[in-house]
């Protein structure tokens, strides 16, 4: 049965850990993220992007898949399956589709705007008892076609947000989506603490958590951060073992054109990601 991330999340923040958002795209991903929790005793995140949503034939489809996986693989650990970066029309859709948690994303809109509609889905979202994450100052790199340069969030506006009621915040600490680039300058711990010190005990999202040194993401934990999302390693993974199964020539060996071995390697590489990465987060154990 999937829960509101807020349990975990308030657990995780008090604890100095955090739990992963692992973004799904399809069976193999959503699979591979649910066992390997599972396996780890560890609380999970399931994160759909508005665009994956799309592509896996729209968020009932994905409620539907897992469900039923939670059920047939017997997984008992809390999950939360949680839209990411969600437009305000998104975030009322996967509502309606039983989604137990939703970002919405108004971080390009004027603050007061950010605010108005925060406000609405507040008040819907507990009601309903889903956890909602809002956004303050745009995450750099393109999700979806959205690039941003990474900016830094204002505190004042994130304690305006903060003192909405949503669940969760996440605030661009100078983090982007996918690779960094060579001449990143690092997450701006300044910016961090000043955000803790606003918004009190409110867990903190990272984003673009993928070639985040170790001790930044340590580093970051330790000043409120509780949740933090990874999307791109597990894809990278992915590929790297597809690649090395298909150039090996395993896809012409007796039936290694199955997709179900043709999609093996790949899923065995996001299982190893996110087990390294609940490793490095603290999550293990902590269901």
Not at 121 to 141: M, P, Q, R, Y
Not at 228 to 239: G, H, M, R
Request: net charge negative; hydrophobic share 45%; charged share 20%.
């Amino acid at each position: 049965m999937l829960v509101s991330a807020k349990e975990m999340l308030t657990k995780a923040r008090a604890g100095k850990y955090a739990v992963g958002q692992f973004n799904i795209n399809n069976l193999e991903w959503t699979k591979a993220i649910l066992l390997t929790a599972q396996k780890l005793n560890s609380p999970v995140i399931l994160g759909v992007s508005e665009g994956a949503g799309k592509y896996m034939c729209g968020y009932k489809t994905v409620v539907g898949m897992v469900n039923g996986m939670i059920e047939s693989l017997n997984i008992t650990v809390p999950v939360a399956l949680h839209l990411d970066h969600g437009s305000f029309e998104g975030a009322m859709a996967c509502i309606n589709a039983g989604f137990s948690s939703i970002m919405f994303d108004g971080s390009h809109y004027p603050i007061e705007e950010n605010i108005a509609l925060t406000t609405k889905l507040v008040n819907t979202c507990e009601v309903l008892g889903l956890s909602l994450e809002a956004e303050v100052g745009s995450i750099g790199g393109e999700e979806d076609g959205v690039v941003g340069a990474g900016e830094c969030a204002d505190p004042a506006e994130c304690k305006m947000i903060a003192d909405l009621g949503v669940t969760m915040l996440a605030a661009g600490i100078g983090n982007i989506h996918g690779k960094y680039p060579e001449n990143w300058a690092g997450l701006s711990f300044d910016t961090l603490a000043a955000v803790n010190e606003q918004v009190g005990e409110m867990p903190l999202v990272l984003h673009g958590g993928t070639g985040i040194p170790a001790d930044m993401i340590k580093k970051a934990i330790s000043l409120g951060v509780a949740k933090i999302n990874v999307n791109t390693e597990c894809q990278l993974a992915f590929a790297a073992a597809t690649r090395e199964y298909i150039e090996a020539g395993k896809d012409q060996q007796g039936k290694g054109f199955d997709p179900r071995k043709l999609l093996a390697p790949g899923f065995d590489a996001i299982c190893a990601t996110v087990a390294e990465k609940m490793e490095l987060f603290g999550s293990v154990g902590k269901a």
